[in-house]
Each structure stands twice: as C-alpha cells, then as structure tokens.
C-alpha cells in the first residue's frame, strides 16, 4: 500500500491527498513533519513534504509524486493521454507553482503568523502575484475546471495554491486577487463541494491547533 508522508495542514501535502482520493486508491497517512534530522532526511533528501512511500522506496518533490501515481497506478485520470493536452496541464500547474504560490509563501510569515516582513519582500510578491493571476487567466480555461471540462492535476495546485495567495493579497495589500477572473472564484465554489475536498479540509481544521502551536514554540 502506498504510504503518504507529510501533515494535514500542508497545502502540497493536500494536492497529492486529493489525488490518491480522487483515484480511489487505498494509502495510509503517516505524519511526518520532515526537517534536517538524519532520520527525516534518510525519508525526504532535502527535508520536505509530501513524500511518497512505495513499494521501491520514497518519492519526493509534489509534481514527481503526482505523475507517478498517475503512471502507476489506476483511477481516474488526472492527467491526458494526449500529449500536448498533457502539456498544458503541467505547464498550467507548473505556472500556478512558480508565479502564484511562490511568490504568496514568501509572506505567509507575516500574513498568516503574526510576524513583519521587509517592505521589499512584501512589494516583490504583490507585483509577482498581480503577475502571476494575470498570467493564469490568460492560460486558464475554466470550463469549468482549470485546463478544460475534466480535473486534473491543474486543479490540485489552483485550489492548495490560490486561496492562500489570496489571503496574502488581501490581509497585506487588500486586493481581491480574482476580481477579474469570476469564473475562477466560481471554480473554487465548485471545488468546495467535492466531498474528497470537504474530506481534506475537516482533517485540515483537526490539524491545525497542534500546527500553530508548534509554529509559536518555534517563535
């Protein structure tokens, strides 16, 4: 059985829970905070979550997590089979990873933990992030899901990588990141209802006392 190393308020930990979910693939969870230790760095090399624990041994790195659970295992495809449809499913992902929830995390500090963050931190990710969205509505479909009619591994990252860049713009610039993009609010609307993602957000919400209070002992 697949082994899904990681913890439930990890926004990239949740896209590869949604799609194990989404698959109907049996997993166990195995909490895994990661860090240098040497014992969590003989399970994730660089000290990072999710990893994936299979049959061979661990798979770090979310986008490589993905495509091996698509290419080995069954379920609902959360990717094409035609080449260049599949293409720009990860060209989209990779875009939403790069230019939306890069350039958010950088502030997640300030934002979402009560600490300050340089001024030129907080500029350099308002103007990524106003880049970034203008970017994804020039790519994205939303018809209604991000690449197209079908999910994909696209929708994995818009939805564990957009709310929280948009929380970002609105508690430290207030800006409403998807004004002009309705139909991608209509989407996470959408995405709220799938009971895998219910699922994921009541395991998120358990979580997340014991998070912060790990994150405030580290203060």
């Known amino acids: 059985m697949l082994k899904l190393y990681g913890f439930a308020v990890s926004n990239y930990y949740n896209m590869v829970k949604l799609a194990l979910l989404e698959k109907g693939l049996p997993f166990e969870e195995v909490p895994f905070y990661a860090g240098q230790t040497p014992q969590a760095l ?20 979310t986008s490589v997590i993905l495509e091996y659970i698509e290419q080995s295992q069954k379920g609902t495809p959360l990717l094409p089979s035609d080449p260049f449809e599949r293409a ?19 502030c997640y500090a300030e934002a979402f933990f009560g600490m300050t963050l340089p001024d030129a931190i907080k500029e ?4 990524e992030l106003l880049l970034g969205i203008a970017s994804l509505g020039r790519h994205g479909k939303f018809s209604p ?12 990252y818009f939805l564990y990588s957009v709310p929280l860049a948009c929380g970002v713009a609105k ?12 139909a991608a609010k209509a989407l996470l609307q959408r995405l709220e209802q799938n009971p895998n993602v ?18 405030a002992a580290r203060k």
């Open 42 to 61: 003989t399970i994730s090399p660089r000290g990072k979550v999710p990893v994936l624990g299979a049959e061979q041994g661990f798979i770090n790195e």
């Open 145 to 156: 899901y991000v690449a197209g009619d079908r999910l994909s591994v696209a929708d994995l």
């Open 88 to 106: 720009q499913v990860l060209a989209l992902a990779k875009e939403i990873e790069l230019y939306i929830e890069l350039p958010g995390r950088a």
């Open 198 to 215: 219910q699922r994921i957000a009541a395991d998120k919400e358990a979580a997340m006392p014991a998070f912060m209070a790990m994150i």
């Open 124 to 127: 350099k990710t308002k103007a």
């Open 171 to 182: 508690k430290l610039f207030d800006i409403d990141l998807l004004a002009e993009l309705p």
